[in-house]
């Protein structure tokens, strides 16, 4: 498979970078901060995302939507990381679509309409610590009649404390630790017991701590297999993982090109600062690792798409160069801009902030980096 995009592609991601340039700039994301919108995006845009046919890429045509893949997902996400702009696309148009598409007919048919609508809002409760660890799965989900009482917490699930629909990681059977044993569920905004306290992360976005005190559910929100989730949840990590390392690469790009902006405009000593050899060779190293990240994402997505027995690994590998670059990309942004780097007033900052809470989303670079040397035999 070729590491470049095909003419739709390549169509796909002008249109996605005109509308999220146009529509959700940082200006964007600025505003809803310093307004403290308590929902953490705006739902007139996510209206339009539904619009522009994006809130579907990864449903089926049969049941309405797209029918794409995780390279045309990641196109659009990478202009919602070069824009920094807040959106419930990764949890719900990626995420949750991929839960559901484990689920039964019943499930799809009442939450596929209200995603490609844009009427509805997914969360992903996988973790219940400060680290990703999905294996370390402890809330459980005991039987209750016709159904299972939910007990335990979550915690940094983004878009938490709104969402419609939350994909709930629980324990049926094993202890934690155990990759068997986990079920996962479609729980609807409401449920009686399930209290949500949202926070407020570094880059401005929110998410919410759950407490499950014996929330009731029916055996209908079981997704897929009882003890069987395990499979159904790597395939759901697969694609938030390769979906949020693009995003990752598109901060990383808008972090370079403002970088590289300001060096063909900043002047000292009577030219601009752009012409020092020094800054030349930082801006270049930049570039290359972006493009390794680049090659390394695009070959996961591909992976993914096709099924391949390989995806798993590539998307971790993925993720982790991407974390890196991305790392390298805001670091040298904010210290190329000097002084201005670091004030509120100037961009450049925002970016750092956000690639740090994304490295971090769904696994880090030093887990992912661990995962891939235990399967190596090491």
Same mark, same amino acid.
């Given at each position: ?20 340039? &146009?529509t ?21 845009? #996510? ?14 045509e ?8 995780a390279?045309e997902?990641?196109?659009v996400? &990478?202009e919602?990381?070069?824009n ?11 995420g949750?679509v &991929? ?11 009442? #939450? ?54 939350v ?8 202890r ?7 079920t ?10 399930l209290h949500?306290e ?11 701590d759950?407490r ?7 055996a ?9 989730g #395990?499979?159904?949840?790597?395939a759901i ?62 070959k ?5 798409d096709?099924?391949d027995?390989?995806?798993? &690994? ?15 990309a ?24 956000r ?14 980096a ?6 190596a035999?090491?």
């Amino acid at each position: 498979m070729p590491l470049y995009l095909d003419d739709q592609q390549s169509m796909l991601r002008d249109s996605a970078r005109a509308f999220v340039g &146009e529509t959700a700039p940082i200006a964007h994301m600025r505003g809803l901060r310093d307004a403290k919108e308590p929902k953490g995006y705006a739902p007139a845009l #996510w209206k339009q995302f539904s619009e522009m046919g994006f809130t579907g890429m990864l449903i089926p045509e049969a049941e309405g939507g797209l029918g794409l893949g995780a390279v045309e997902a990641g196109i659009v996400l &990478e202009e919602i990381g070069r824009n920094l702009t807040p959106s419930p696309f990764l949890s719900t148009a990626i995420g949750a679509v &991929e839960a559901l598409k484990a689920g039964s007919a019943a499930q799809r048919g009442r #939450w596929f309409p209200a995603i490609l609508s844009g009427d509805a809002v997914a969360a992903l409760a996988i973790d219940e610590r400060a680290k990703h660890r999905p294996a370390a799965t402890a809330l459980t989900a005991e039987r209750a009649g016709n159904g299972f009482r939910l007990s335990g917490a979550k915690t940094f699930v983004t878009h938490g404390h709104v969402a419609d629909l939350v994909v709930v990681a629980a324990r049926t059977a094993g202890r934690a630790g155990d990759t068997e044993g986990i079920t996962l569920f479609a729980i609807e905004k409401g449920a009686a017991a399930l209290h949500a306290e949202p926070r407020r992360l570094a880059d401005a976005s929110i998410v919410a701590d759950l407490r499950f005190d014996g929330v009731e559910v029916s055996a209908d929100a079981v997704i897929g297999e009882i003890d069987g989730g #395990w499979g159904p949840l790597t395939a759901i990590l697969d694609s938030v993982r390769v979906g949020a390392a693009a995003e990752l690469l598109g901060v990383g790009a808008g972090a370079m090109d403002m970088t590289v902006g300001y060096l063909k405009e900043r002047k000292q000593f009577g030219q601009t600062i752009g012409s020092f050899q020094a800054l030349q060779h930082r801006a270049a190293h930049l570039y290359a690792e972006l493009e390794v990240a680049r090659a390394a994402i695009l070959k996961a997505q591909q992976l993914v798409d096709a099924a391949d027995a390989r995806a798993e &690994e590539a998307v971790m590998v993925a993720k982790a160069m991407a974390g890196l670059a991305t790392t390298l990309a805001v670091q040298e942004g904010v210290q190329m801009h000097g002084g201005i780097g670091m004030t509120d007033e100037y961009n450049i900052g925002f970016y750092m902030k956000r690639g740090r809470v994304l490295a971090e989303s769904f696994g880090d670079t030093d887990f992912l980096a661990d995962q891939i040397a235990r399967r190596a035999g090491y």
